[in-house]
């Protein structure tokens, strides 16, 4: 697990997102988690930009999260909407 990224930061984000803690299925949990790590991977790259690996693991994070985000439109599109909004991912 990566540094910046304690226990405690992890169940809070589920908490929040997830519903529970312990809620690490949810889909809206696990888009939250991928937007955390896509923030701190983005403002790594703007400090190095020769990190060809850490940007390979940014682009691998940000197709996960497009995946969720599609299933979770097709599921529950009320759902989608209020956890963009909530995220500010999209404009």
């Not at 009320?78 to 956890?83: I, T």
């Amino acid at each position: 697990m990566a540094t910046y990224l304690t226990q405690d930061k992890k169940e809070e984000i589920f908490a929040e997102y997830g519903g529970a803690s312990k809620n690490t299925g949810s889909i809206e949990g696990q888009v939250a988690l991928f937007t955390f790590r896509i923030n701190h991977l983005s403002q790594h790259l703007r400090e190095n930009k020769k990190d060809h690996s850490c940007r390979r693991s940014l682009l691998s994070l940000v197709g996960k999260r497009k995946k969720l985000l599609t299933y979770l439109a097709k599921k529950d599109i009320q759902q989608y909407r209020d956890l963009i909004e909530k995220l500010g991912i999209r404009k």
